[in-house]
């Protein structure tokens, strides 16, 4: 059972485009939801994370918007760069015990 | 600040045989969690250790197991491989207490290629 559904798999935009990567989970004890970014070879690294009664969190470039009622969210990354190609995990954590990862978007920012 | 550290980096083992990573967590942190990511998905949860003991676990076999030290560096282990147990292998750590304990740190993994 999939508990946390990202979309899109992957994803290709201009330089200076805002890409969008969207996510919905299903357990509603989820109380974390952090995004992190990861480069071939290495390992995730966080970007932002928002709690459940925070609507929206802006840090940099990059944007979480949340919707509790409808159990989902999503990363906005701002006047984007060929540097932000990567791919994108967002995930869901309760107790700061497991978290559950959606299954990632590539992302390709064209020069 | 030393960030999470794992060893090794690359290793190839035969099917049948065992193996043994390791993982220093972030200083400051007292809980490791280890991750399986296969090729082209998301990190997938094994087993949760805080306080030496193992507090939470994924859907993973018993093939798997782990050790927390006192110093709270980990080990995971893996008996019996199998082929399909060919994945990159990620420690991550993250303080329990802390208000942003949802937040993981990772390790730049090991990657474990079973023949």
């Known amino acids: 059972q999939q508990q946390v559904k990202q979309s899109p798999q992957s994803l290709i935009v201009q330089k200076g485009g805002i890409p969008i990567i969207n996510c919905a989970y299903e357990n509603t004890a989820f109380d974390y939801f952090p995004w992190y970014q990861q480069f071939p070879g290495k390992g995730p690294a966080l970007l932002i994370a928002i709690r459940p009664d925070v609507s929206e969190k802006k840090e940099g470039r990059f944007t979480i918007s949340f919707n509790k009622s409808a159990k989902q969210f999503s990363l906005h990354i701002m006047d984007s760069q060929p540097g932000d190609s990567a791919t994108y995990f967002c995930?869901?954590?309760?107790?700061?015990?497991?978290?559950?990862f959606g299954d990632g978007t590539t992302l390709t920012v064209k020069p | 600040d030393a960030g999470v550290t794992q060893s090794p980096t690359h290793l190839i083992k035969t099917r049948g045989q065992q193996v043994t990573l390791r993982c220093s967590p972030k200083?400051?942190?007292?809980?490791v969690s280890w991750y399986q990511q296969a090729l082209g998905q998301g990190p997938q949860f094994i087993f949760q250790y805080y306080e030496e003991e193992e507090r939470q676990r994924g859907n993973f076999p018993d093939r798997f197991s782990g050790h927390q030290f006192p110093n709270y560096s980990s080990e995971l282990n893996v008996n019996a491989l199998l082929l399909g147990d060919s994945a990159l292998y990620l420690c991550a750590s993250n303080p329990r207490t802390s208000g942003r304990a949802g937040e993981l740190f990772f390790g730049e993994g090991s990657r474990l290629t079973v023949l």
């Open positions: 200083s400051g942190h007292d809980t």
């Open positions: 995930a869901a954590n309760r107790n700061a015990g497991k978290s559950t």
